[in-house]
């Protein structure tokens, strides 16, 4: 049966899966109640899935890669297509990541200054509804003049 330890992952050779993993594992054993000892190609596989995600890959990009592997092929130009599209994705999400901090910075300010007894009784918080359409509106100006440049 599978060694993970032997596999370099910190595992027990009884790994409970969920069924949504779709891990190809033919045969089986019940070892413990609702366990199951999985072949050795199994441990290289949550190998494989560990250091993908890791790389940044994401469950569905790792299922495509191993869907392409399981019918026989190399999935390398898959992989080297995936790879190339992550920087961009990294980039966008950190300039989202650097706009929502820009967001809570502002909206940590906005607070200090808001009187509760002034809120409208019909108002969830004027805090984060004023400022995010205060955001939203500095977001959109300079998303147009990033255009006209």
């Not at 609702?34 to 190998?47: C, G, K, N, S, T």
């Not at 994401?58 to 920087?87: F, K, M, S, W, Y």
């Not at 969830?124 to 004023?130: A, D, E, F, G, K």
Request: positive net charge; aromatic residues 6%.
């Amino acid at each position: 049966m599978a060694s993970f330890r032997a596999a370099g992952c910190a595992y027990s050779t009884t790994v409970n899966l969920p069924s949504r993993w779709k891990v190809k594992a033919p045969t089986w054993s019940y070892a413990h109640r609702h366990a199951r000892d999985y072949p050795p190609q199994v441990a290289e596989r949550l190998v494989f899935i560990r250091d993908a995600q890791a790389a940044g890959l994401t469950l569905a990009e790792i299922r495509g890669v191993l869907a392409i592997r399981d019918a026989g092929q190399p999935p390398c130009h898959h992989v080297i297509a995936l790879i190339n599209a992550h920087p961009e994705q990294v980039d966008q999400r950190i300039t989202e990541l650097l706009a929502t901090h820009t967001a809570l910075h502002n909206l940590r300010q906005r607070a200090q200054s808001v009187n509760p007894a002034d809120c409208a009784p019909g108002e969830i918080c004027s805090i984060v509804t004023l400022g995010m359409l205060l955001l939203a509106n500095r977001l959109v100006r300079r998303y147009a003049e990033e255009v006209r440049h």
